[in-house]
């Protein structure tokens, strides 16, 4: 035992390669996922799915967007029509609860958009392109300019030198008031943090992002996130949010400022929460390894990733956080066929699959606490294989 009853880097190591780490959900017990190169290949696992599971159909997409849509509209009507007319008592709590499942809803938006990019809508590129545009820029979103980041990080999933979002760090880089966030008060100003202005701040200054050789900017046409053939798009990303931006402004003109931020400003602080607390959770946990490039490839840094239960949520959201797994592994793949494929590639994928059942606010305080850097175990030969620790 190290210093204040802490195991070492090497004693966590030794336990948790013979103990489960915890309950994956259900009572399963998660352990470490493997880390040597599997038996199966790319190839095999989608042999495995049925053809049908790649069908995009862009009838069953639109259907998904008028939904959502239907369901926004009738939670403003709410606040519009109904919370004016109610107790003053009963305000208080009406605007909160529109809040949140208005910022629920509008998730779920957000998420097919997301589909949009990942080309998963339907056969036609320039339709995903539009219906993404326009519902991402909706919600405050550089569409294009997300779009090619996020598709690197599908690319390098699990890479500690190419991955583009939530890349751990190494304990040596590790900034100097870590130590003093390490406990209950630090985790929750932490989380707060995160939560609020996560989004904007990777958006804008590339927090918790790659690291690039100069300032990189989602809204940079010229930065070093983009190469040339895309600078043309990411200045359609800026004119979009210029365009929403602008909308606002004339209702905030005509209804107020306070009127806009009630009705549109807190769902979309809920919407970005969401967003920053499932990509969090999808990619954080002391069973999922990072590679550096000299063990990195493809299909095992894909399956660095957790699937988790958000309950009702699952469906609200598209199923993004409960098959994420068959996500970064074929992210073409329309959403509403996902948990069909999750099914049948989990008896392949074996040990290979990661699956936390834990509840959310749970798992969320959890990992904050536990997964606070990443370095390789001690005395293991495979110096180039990181897990989490948090013996600061």
Known sequence: MGAGGRMTAKEQATATEDVPLRSGGGGKPLHRSPTEKPSFTLGQIKKAIPPRCFERSVLRSFSYVVHDLFFASLFLYFALAIIPTLPPSIVLAAWPLYWVVQGCVLTGVWVIAHECGHHAFSDYSLLDDVVGLVLHSALLVPYFSWKYSHRRHHSNTGSMERDEVFVPKPKSAMRWYSTYLNNPPGRILTLAVTLTLGWPLYLAFNVSGRAYPRFACHYDPYGPIYSDRERAQIFISDAGLMAAVYALYRIAASY?????????????????????????????????????????????????????????????????????????????????????????????????????????????????????????????????????????
Not at 257 to 265: K, S
Request: aromatic letters at 16%.
């Open 256 to 392: 107020g400022f306070w009127w806009v931020v009630r009705v549109y400003g807190v769902p979309l602080l809920i919407v970005n929460g969401w967003l920053v607390l499932i990509t969090y959770l999808q990619h954080t946990h002391p069973s999922l390894p990072h590679y550096d490039s000299s063990e990195w490839d493809w299909l095992r840094g894909a399956l660095a990733t957790v699937d988790r239960d958000y309950g009702i949520l699952n469906n609200v959201f598209h199923n993004i956080t409960d098959t994420h797994v068959a996500h970064h592994l074929f992210s073409t793949m329309p959403h509403y066929h996902a948990m069909e494929a999750t099914r049948v590639i989990k008896p392949l994928l074996g040990e290979y699959y990661q699956y936390d059942g834990t509840p959310l606010l749970k798992a969320m305080w959890r990992e904050a606490r536990e997964c606070l850097y990443v370095e390789p175990d001690e005395g293991s030969t495979k110096k180039g294989v990181f897990w989490y620790r948090n013996d600061i």
